[in-house]
């Protein structure tokens, strides 16, 4: 059960960026611009960056959340569930190892990314810009991890909810639905 009063049609962060939509805007704007923007990552490993951090921080709304957008991304359910188990076996490049490696390490603490770790992402590919982008979006998520955890958001009533989320994402991304989320209600 929440902390404070949300609407309990909107578990997650959806139901606390609206619940202060003035503090919530902002966040949607970084979130669509460096998920959604252009990039030379991939959406689909943009939302595993955001899967890796956030199943390391035990977060289980953005676990969910973002392993079905992964998923529905890349047509699979094996990558992500693979990326979860055991990034150095995980089906992706050697470049997306290192840089999901980055992202883990900073989701528990940037002082953990050391340079050995950002030559090793280099050597593989990785531009600084890619670095740079894994950074910000791990510490976005362990951001948006603890916003969630520590508000004890509430958790869907099943799984469907985690498929529709993700079609949201990816089809409309993170931003504010213009209708808003009435529509939500049961």
Do not use: W
């Amino acid at each position: 059960m929440p902390h404070i009063e949300l609407e309990s049609h909107l578990p997650g962060i959806t139901g606390l960026l609206e619940y202060r939509k003035d503090t919530g805007q902002p966040i949607r704007d970084l979130t669509q611009v460096i998920m959604r923007g252009p990039s030379t990552l991939t959406e689909a490993e943009r939302e595993l960056i955001a899967t890796v951090v956030s199943h390391g921080n035990q977060c289980r709304f953005c676990t969910a959340a973002h392993a079905a957008t992964v998923d529905l991304l890349l047509g699979e359910d094996e990558t992500c569930k693979k990326v979860k188990e055991d990034i150095a076996t995980a089906p992706v490049s050697e470049k997306m190892k290192a840089l999901l490696t980055i992202a883990a390490l900073t989701g528990k603490s940037g002082r953990l990314v050391t340079t050995e770790i950002i030559e090793k992402a280099k050597a593989e590919g990785a531009t600084d810009l890619e670095i740079h982008d894994t950074v910000l979006i791990a510490a976005l998520f362990s951001l948006y991890n603890r916003y969630v955890d520590g508000m004890a958001t509430a958790m869907p009533d099943n799984d469907s909810y985690f498929v529709m989320l993700a079609d949201r994402l990816v089809n409309h991304g993170y931003s504010r639905l213009p209708q808003g989320y009435d529509h939500l209600k049961k």
